[in-house]
């Protein structure tokens, strides 16, 4: 079996060989990825229903239609996208050739989180494989049967000699970080993005970090309560709200929360029935001390559970759960929740709401419910976030168009469409010149005098409409 080192040497040799540079390798490449998910759906169903009881329906929408989409848009558009973009000139560059050209930055590590196991490791590899790099990747090895499907389907359906799957623990992760790579794009914890960072900065690695944080969601006048309800209950126990976009915690005013509730618990009650823990359409907690995790936030929590609060340890089945009177104290509000635990705050005006959220680190995501445009707008300039999505969750993140990705505490970079082709590409400013014009160039050789340097300044400055001595258009 290769050594870590061992795998990362063939990478680096099958790169150096420029196999991944030509269109028809990446294209190639690209349909055997969307080949992998059309001959093994049902594999990875299992594996996703065995990790998490991960229902098939959010399974399909979630770890393998999102995937297939972004392969579409990706083989759809990629000759476009590795096109040069040409740039404009000034005077003393007129006759030569400006542009900037997509190149792959080499052999690129992608560590995966247990959430979304599939969809969180293999979207990534898209952008990487577009822009022409060899990859490792590093599955979360918390979703166990995920992590061994992972290790079986892609050297079966890729290149072996630029694709390849390390698994392990968090030793075996230390000890891979501890290679030279041209970029590290992981998604998980804050905690351990730290580390990662440490880890670059030893080979000035550059780094992508999707994390995740305190989503809020702003629930702010006029409104339709009932789809409010179903739209924020779908986004919330999504996954048994095990999404790092998942909306964390709801601000509204104390009338507002009297009449969401009641549309809450109906909504709740049509997704999965009298009793939630029989439904097949309700995930659970993926590991025992996950479960611990959360049990022991409701239980040091001062709020009120109004909604749900029953668990299961045996099963890992945690109810969904909404709780009321919380205070920014709450132990709820101290962390990301990361499960099915719903705290609702009052607030009294959007100009508290706003200042709250803008109190706090910045999230991944944010979200604003309200039929008033003048709320929306208000809360989007006025707010900062990784996303943004305003009478709904999570959806945001589906569209291959829109960029994904954190800022400040939240995460660095982006990626899905192309976003994740420019982030595993170096952007290369190239000049072309020829021979012409070498009279004119003798302006800039020494001996150097005011009279060049004048005519110089002139053909070099960027002008500006309007300025004397140039043409308005």
């Not at 030793?171 to 794009?185: A, G, S, V, Y």
């Not at 559970?305 to 709820?332: C, F, H, N, Q, R």
């Not at 005098?449 to 300044?457: A, G, K, V």
Request: proline letters at 5%; aromatic letters at 8%; a negative charge.
């Amino acid at each position: 079996m290769e050594s870590q080192k061992q795998v990362l040497e063939r990478l680096r040799g099958a790169f150096r060989s420029g196999v991944t540079l030509p269109v028809h390798f990446r294209l190639t490449q690209l349909e055997a990825m969307m080949s992998l998910f059309e001959d093994n759906e049902t594999q990875i169903i299992e594996a996703m229903h065995e990790d998490l009881a991960k229902p098939k329906f959010e399974a399909v929408l979630s770890e393998i239609e999102i995937v297939v989409n972004d392969i579409c848009y990706a083989i759809s558009n990629l000759q476009s996208w590795m096109q040069p973009t040409y740039v404009a000139t000034n005077l003393a560059t007129k006759l030569d050739d400006c542009f900037v050209r997509r190149e792959p930055l080499g052999v690129v590590l992608i560590i995966g989180a247990w959430n979304y196991p599939l969809h969180l490791i293999l979207l990534p590899l898209i952008g990487a494989i577009a822009a022409g790099n060899c990859a490792i990747l590093k599955p979360s090895e918390i979703s166990r049967a995920t992590e061994k499907l992972l290790a079986e389907l892609i050297p079966k359906y890729l290149s072996q000699e630029c694709y390849a799957v390390i698994r392990g623990g968090a030793e075996e992760t230390k000890t891979l970080l501890e290679n030279r790579f041209d970029h590290i794009f992981y998604t998980g914890s804050q905690s351990v993005a730290r580390c990662i960072l440490l880890a670059a900065a030893v080979h000035l690695t550059p780094v992508t970090l999707e994390l995740g944080g305190k989503c809020p969601c702003l629930i702010y006048g006029r409104l339709d309560m009932k789809a409010a309800a179903k739209r924020l209950v779908w986004a919330k126990f999504f996954n048994a709200g095990q999404s790092c976009v998942a909306p964390d915690y709801v601000l509204c005013t104390a009338e507002t929360r009297d009449a969401l509730l009641p549309f809450i618990k109906e909504t709740l009650e049509s997704f999965y029935g009298s009793d939630p823990q029989q439904s097949p359409d309700l995930g659970r907690i993926v590991t025992d001390r996950h479960w611990d995790r959360l049990l022991e936030l409701l239980k040091k929590s001062e709020g009120k559970i109004v909604i749900g609060g029953e668990s299961d340890k045996k099963t890992k089945y945690i109810a969904p759960t909404v709780v009321v009177d919380v205070m920014e104290s709450d132990a709820l509000m101290q962390e990301e929740i990361f499960g099915p635990i719903l705290p609702i705050l009052t607030i009294k005006s959007l100009d508290e709401a706003i200042y709250f959220v803008n109190e706090r680190e910045k999230p991944l995501a944010l979200y604003a419910f309200s039929d008033e445009s003048q709320v929306v707008n208000t809360v989007l300039e006025r707010t900062c976030s990784g996303g943004f999505c305003s009478n709904d969750g999570i959806v945001h993140m589906s569209l291959p168009g829109l960029p994904f990705g954190g800022v400040g505490a939240s995460g660095m970079g982006n990626y899905h469409g192309r976003w994740g082709f420019e982030t595993f590409s170096h952007k290369r400013g190239c000049m072309m010149r020829s021979w012409l014009l070498e009279r004119v160039n003798v302006l800039r050789y020494p001996p150097y005098n005011e009279s060049n340097l004048s005519w110089l300044r002139w053909a070099t400055t960027a002008k500006k409409k309007g300025w004397a001595g140039c043409s308005v258009m």
